[in-house]
């Protein structure tokens, strides 16, 4: 259950020129879809107010999590980009004079819908899309259903405050994408999640579920010399959209978003029980004298990887 508590933690207000603030907003996510994109668009502005140069926001934030039933029907909440919700995003970027980070449910065609992080820069250009590869297929993560992987491949896309790299959710689970996105020259890979707890499963998994996650993204920021910064949503769901709900017990989404350096150090840490917005900077000469010291992408044996493109390799 979420506590009704807000929290805004953030470190130093003074920002060097070398460095640039990011915000990510854990927020819990109502049935009225308008109702969870003013919350979202109110988040933006206060984040934006205490210094933010990149704000992102969690993955499908203007609805609950709707994957936990299949429902032909909530195909009505997907909208194309441009569209009314990012214009709205846009709007909001711009007014700011901020980097925007979105992920949205997106109608490309009939029939045709993707989970895409939508990139919309401090003059609200959208620079950008990220279409989802990985797509989960699991109880009550039912995304399949819903969306077509992506097809525009691992994006880092240039923007005000430089280059960004962003994945969403499933996608943090597979080191492939955060080398190839890193590999472009983003120096922070941003992931909006939605992710949490089955509540039969918590008493015995819960830990070691949460803590899987977190030394995944971790290593990914280890790996590739950038930070990582994850921002999840928070709260008991339902799927409940416009009143109607999944069968069930629902989702308890643990929250914990956090944002770490590239030696693997989390320097700021949301709670699993309330809505935040987590703070902190990214300090791209912190970055160069970590990857002077850990050089791993200069010593990749790039002659010796073609075989990672294999599903298996058998007989080997």
């Known amino acids: 259950m979420l506590l009704g508590c807000y929290i805004v933690r953030q470190e130093d207000e003074r920002v060097p020129p070398d460095k640039f603030r990011v915000a990510l907003v854990q927020m819990s996510c109502g049935p009225e879809p308008g109702q969870n994109l003013e919350k979202a668009l109110e988040r933006v502005a206060d984040a934006a107010g205490r210094g933010a ?121 597979f080191p492939e994408g955060a080398r190839l996105t890193a590999l472009q020259g983003a120096p922070v890979l941003f992931y909006p999640t939605a992710i949490g707890w089955h509540p039969a499963e918590k008493s015995e998994f819960g830990v070691a579920q949460h803590d899987a996650w977190r030394t995944m993204q971790r290593a990914h920021a280890i790996a590739n010399g950038v930070y990582v910064a994850a921002v999840n949503r928070v709260g008991f769901e339902t799927g409940n959209v416009r009143g109607k709900t999944a069968p069930g017990q629902g989702l308890e989404f643990w929250g914990g978003s956090f944002f770490c350096d590239p030696f693997g150090r989390v320097l700021a840490e949301a709670s699993h029980e309330c809505e935040e917005i987590l703070m902190g900077d990214v300090d791209l000469k912190a970055l160069e004298d970590i990857r002077r010291n850990w050089p791993f992408l200069r010593d990749r044996r790039i002659d010796a990887y073609a075989p990672i493109s294999n599903r298996l390799l058998d007989g080997r």
């Not at 399949?144 to 430089?162: E, I, N």
């Open 53 to 173: 140069r990149v704000v992102c926001l969690p993955e499908l934030f203007q609805t609950q999590y709707f994957c936990q039933r299949e429902d032909h029907a909530l195909f009505d909440l997907a909208e194309p980009i441009p569209g009314p919700g990012s214009d709205k995003l846009a709007a909001s970027a711009r007014q700011h004079g901020i980097v925007l980070i979105a992920s949205l449910f997106e109608k490309r065609a009939p029939g045709v819908y993707h989970n895409t992080a939508a990139i919309f820069d401090s003059d609200g250009t959208l620079r950008g899309l990220y279409r989802k590869m990985h797509i989960p297929d699991d109880p009550l993560y039912y995304e399949k259903f819903y969306f077509t992987p992506g097809d525009l491949g691992f994006r880092a896309l240039d923007t005000s405050v430089g280059r960004l790299g962003t994945l969403v959710c499933w996608d943090q689970w």
